[in-house]
């Protein structure tokens, strides 16, 4: 109940407040506006991605990755309205009775009442409904019944899926949505491109994209990515996954904020891509380049589309919102979520432990001195808007999303300032493990005086005297065949080379490893909010 309230409170403030909150990893406004109802925040990422990401707060989530990746996740991860209106006008008059009625004063106060108790139900019943729902249905042959499996999170959910499919990676999967949607969109901008894509997606999807017509489009940073639904049903091959995306997309005539709802199947018997494929949109069957598609076959194999037989397919795309507008980056906006309790996973402890047997050097002090070195050297680049030195600590998908912000900035005159951040406490949240990663999902509470500054040095966002304490859920992942400590020092993990040769590509100057790839050490791939994150745990 005291969430409730709180919940009513900061939509009432939010709505009198300006659009945007900032900081690395996101908070910057994504979509222009925000939406109070909607928890429309992500970091990194993933969720929002935003996170994700699914995890930004309006902004980079996530990403979602439990599922908003975030992110992250996310962030995102989470789900925005194109604005929001109010009324900040208010009227009195002297109070009357009628007729030897109630007073007109009590009346107001009553409806007043009915109204709130009104807003408690329906904020209760979304919350209720924001939690994304993992169901399996299981219709009997004689489809007179219907009986459905719920999972208690998503990670139920996902372990369902690899108990199909030993490979299937959260971490790879979400790498293969970045890539797809990137290339989808890129092909809208080149007559029949499109086409070269019928292994992914169905007539169905290209239709709607077209209907968004053949602009170039030069990027698309996705905020938000979320898993809002799995399922499976008894007569159907396929399990299908529902995602949601917020994206900022820079076409041809201007920017746009862009929501849309993915719907993904694939064949229960497929395996994964290997994780040197997650990456790549290719041809499903063998893997050769799309560029020799002919008439939605592969030149090289000849494979037709499967519909999902052998790889991700996307069945349909919703475009639930699309308005011309590009980032907000002034104003202020709250924190929500800071003092609700951490939200911990049940297995927590028991498969910390299990990482623990599996690799004794793996002690926990050193794996919050990563935390926290990779924290400074984030908040450290964000403000002098060079992400060279914290790109070694953080995943593709994530410094890409970052790398939007800081130009976004740029390209604005802005330069957003968190003087004096710091890591007061880390929570641990969830670890998990697939085949090929670890993760680690972390909630970390920090503080900073956060603030926006134009070209001539005017406060155009936040507070540079007031101290803003804030909380956000990291993600980090590293590779299963990887051990050792958490290194937190500036050398290659691999040749010990200074850190300050390491590339935008992730790849060190001395002996070209790939660090940022989690195959060397713990690597920041989500960053969700608060608010995104409860609503996927």
């Given at each position: 109940m005291k969430r409730l309230f709180f919940a009513i409170l900061i939509f009432a403030v939010a709505l009198v407040t300006a659009d945007a909150l900032a900081r690395p990893g996101g908070g910057q406004s994504f979509g222009g506006s925000r939406s109070s109802s909607s928890g429309s925040s992500y970091r990194s990422g993933s969720s929002t991605t935003s996170s994700s990401g699914g995890s930004f707060r309006s902004g980079s989530s996530t990403t979602s990755s439990g599922s908003s990746w975030s992110g992250s996740t996310t962030s995102s991860g989470s789900t925005w309205s194109g604005s929001s209106t109010s009324s900040g006008s208010s009227s009195?008059?002297?109070?009357?009775?009628?007729?030897?009625?109630?007073?007109?004063?009590?009346?107001?106060?009553?409806?007043?009442?009915?109204?709130?108790?009104?807003?408690?139900?329906g904020i209760a019943q979304s919350r209720k409904g924001d939690r994304a729902e993992w169901t399996a249905r299981a219709v009997a042959d004689n489809r007179a019944e219907m009986s459905e499996r719920r999972w208690n999170s998503i990670e139920e959910a996902l372990a369902t899926m690899r108990a199909a499919d030993d490979a299937f990676s959260f971490v790879l999967f979400e790498d293969f949505l970045y890539a797809l949607y990137g290339e989808v969109h890129a092909a809208r901008g080149t007559p029949d491109k499109l086409d070269t894509l019928a292994a992914y997606l169905s007539p169905n999807a290209i239709a709607t994209l077209r209907q968004l017509g053949g602009a170039h489009v030069d990027a698309a940073v996705i905020g938000?990515?979320?898993?809002?639904?799995?399922?499976?049903?008894?007569?159907?091959?396929?399990?299908?996954?529902?995602?949601?995306?917020?994206?900022?997309?820079?076409?041809?005539?201007?920017?746009?904020?862009?929501e849309e709802r993915w719907t993904l199947a694939r064949n229960l018997a497929a395996k994964s891509r290997a994780p040197d494929r997650a990456r790549t949109i290719d041809c499903p069957s063998c893997g050769a380049p799309r560029d020799k598609t002919v008439g939605g076959k592969c030149g090289y194999c000849g494979a037709a589309p499967t519909q999902g037989g052998s790889d991700w397919f996307v069945e349909s795309i919703q475009i639930?919102?699309?308005?011309?507008?590009?980032?907000?980056?002034?104003?202020?906006?709250?924190?929500?979520?800071?003092?609700?309790?951490?939200?911990?996973?049940?297995?927590v402890q028991a498969q910390i432990g299990a990482l623990q047997r599996e690799d004794p050097s793996f002690v926990w002090p050193g794996f919050i001195a990563r935390v926290e070195k990779t924290f400074y050297q984030f908040h450290q680049s964000w403000c002098a808007q060079d992400l060279t030195a914290v790109r070694p600590y953080l995943s593709d998908n994530l410094f890409e999303l970052q790398?939007?912000?800081?130009?976004?900035?740029?390209?604005?005159?802005?330069?957003?300032?968190?003087?004096?951040?710091?890591?007061?406490?880390?929570?641990?949240?969830?670890?998990?493990?697939?085949?090929?990663?670890?993760?680690?999902?972390?909630?970390?509470?920090?503080?900073?005086?956060?603030?926006?500054?134009?070209?001539?040095?005017?406060?155009?966002?936040?507070?540079?005297?007031?101290?803003?304490?804030?909380?956000e859920y990291w993600t980090f992942v590293r590779g299963v065949g990887t051990k050792g400590g958490a290194r937190s020092d500036n050398v290659c993990p691999s040749c010990g080379a200074p850190l300050t040769g390491v590339n935008m590509a992730g790849k060190c100057g001395a002996c070209g490893a790939k660090v940022t790839s989690g195959q060397f050490d713990w690597v920041l791939s989500r960053i969700e909010q608060d608010e995104v994150y409860e609503r996927a745990a």
């Open positions: 009195s008059s002297p109070s009357s009775s009628n007729d030897g009625g109630p007073p007109m004063g009590l009346i107001i106060v009553f409806v007043i009442l009915i109204i709130i108790v009104g807003a408690i139900y938000g990515m979320r898993i809002d639904r799995i399922t499976t049903t008894a007569n159907d091959p396929n399990v299908r996954v529902g995602i949601l995306f917020t994206t900022n997309l820079s076409e041809q005539g201007g920017a746009f904020y862009q639930v919102a699309r308005e011309a507008r590009g980032p907000m980056l002034t104003g202020t906006t709250e924190e929500i979520g800071t003092d609700w309790p951490t939200v911990v996973a049940r297995d790398k939007y912000w800081v130009r976004a900035y740029q390209s604005q005159g802005l330069r957003n300032m968190t003087e004096g951040a710091r890591v007061v406490t880390v929570h641990l949240a969830r670890v998990t493990r697939d085949r090929f990663f670890h993760s680690i999902t972390v909630r970390v509470f920090a503080t900073c005086k956060d603030y926006t500054l134009d070209a001539q040095g005017n406060v155009v966002g936040g507070n540079r005297n007031a101290q803003r304490d804030y909380s």
